[in-house]
């Protein structure tokens, strides 16, 4: 009988003294206010850097959160898409290009796409009745906070070195026009 009274005595004793146990979260943290969150490089900078490679870049176009740049690389033409732009700095970008000829046809695309990595290929079929077909390629780089914008200069050579290796597989040589260079 009297190891019921001291097991209902210290339960009672664990239920009365449970809010006294309890502690309040320190005032300095709940003050503290959260780290600004990155919003991405600037289009300035991501120009910037593009430029520094030696390639030409039109000025910046923009549809709601998206800012296109359209970039000449010698003979090769392609789009940079930066998304989720915010007060003008963007998180991530994509490299799009489109190659036309007889030889993109899906065979050759997957097949190239087997052998590569990073860069990516899908096929298009022709819009018209007699047009070529199409290769489009895209590549998608997450840009990192304090980083900076040198962090883009590896993906641009990438880029540039798989974009030209996927036009040369399938453009159709125009006459007078020039293979695009690595």
């Known amino acids: 009988m009297k190891s019921i009274a001291v097991v209902a005595a210290a339960a009672l004793l664990a239920v009365t003294a449970a809010p006294a146990l309890a502690q309040d979260a320190p005032a300095a943290a709940a003050t503290q206010s959260a780290p600004a969150r990155w919003s991405g490089l600037t289009v300035a900078e991501i120009t910037g850097r593009l430029t520094s490679a030696g390639l030409t870049v039109a000025p910046p176009q923009t549809n709601n959160d998206r800012v296109y740049l359209r970039v000449e690389d010698g003979p090769m033409r392609w789009v940079m898409t930066l998304f989720s ?18 030889d993109a046809t ?5 097949r ?16 018209t009745e007699g047009a070529d077909p199409q290769a489009v ?21 990438v880029w540039r070195s798989l974009a030209n290796d996927l036009g040369r597989t399938v453009a159709t040589p125009q006459a007078g026009a020039a293979a695009p260079a690595n």
């Open 85 to 102: 732009c915010t007060d003008g700095a963007c998180p991530d970008v994509q490299f799009t290009a489109v190659f036309s000829g007889a």
């Open 106 to 110: 899906p065979d050759i695309v997957s």
């Open 112 to 127: 190239w796409n087997g052998d590569r990595r990073f860069v990516k290929a899908f096929y298009a079929a022709p819009e």
């Open 137 to 157: 390629a895209q590549y998608d780089v997450l840009l990192s906070a304090g980083a900076g914008p040198r962090q883009l200069d590896d993906p641009i050579q």
